[in-house]
């Protein structure tokens, strides 16, 4: 490995025994047959730890407009949420932003999307009105917990069918922080939009 553990800027939960070099060798330095997805800001990569532990990793586009300050910029909000320990928000195990790879580390959540899962028609007919309610309350639940249990609380702005996965019993995981906000008492946050139209709350 041509970078050492030590010389990598990163951050890992405290309860979980993640290293930099292990989520590169699991994903072979991130060969696209374990990509699982892309994004706007990325791509999205499958990674098996020796542990056995699965991974989800989002992995940033490393171009000269994208410079390593803007990710450190997160570094704060990053803390707060690798805290968050809620049955409906996906866990963020760690960041990263090495030079040459910059990511986000997740649990990976089995059968990924909500809007994947509607578009499989397989899967949707299995998606009765039991487990859709379900659904419904795990997300709200997810909702309530940032909102009032958080402590500065967090917005996410962009909830949506692509930010909400569901693992194999159908129960609903709020993901993708990209452009959540930690609202400080004198915040200005509400200042800047953020999110994907047509699904921002009417109050942003």
Known sequence: METPQKDVPARW?????????????????????????????????????PSEQVLAVKK???????????????????DVLMGIRHRNIVKLYGFC?????????????ERGSLRKVLNDEEQAVKMDWDKRMNLIKGVANALSYMHHDCSPPIIHRDISSNNVLLDSEYEAHVSD????????????????????????????
Not at 24 to 38: L, N
């Open 13 to 49: 939960c405290p309860d979980g025994e993640l290293r930099y070099e292990d989520i590169i060798e699991a994903t072979e330095e991130f060969d696209s047959k374990y990509c699982i997805g892309t994004r706007g800001y990325g791509a999205v990569y499958k990674a098996v730890l």
């Open 97 to 109: 932003s090495h030079a040459k790879h910059s990511f986000l580390v997740y649990e990976f959540v």
């Open 177 to 204: 922080f990209g452009t959540a906000r930690l609202l400080m008492p004198d915040s200005s946050n509400w200042t800047s939009f953020a999110g994907t139209f047509g699904y921002t709350a009417p109050g942003m």
């Open 60 to 78: 940033f586009h490393q171009t000269p407009e994208v410079e390593m300050s803007s990710l450190k910029a997160f570094r704060s909000e990053i």
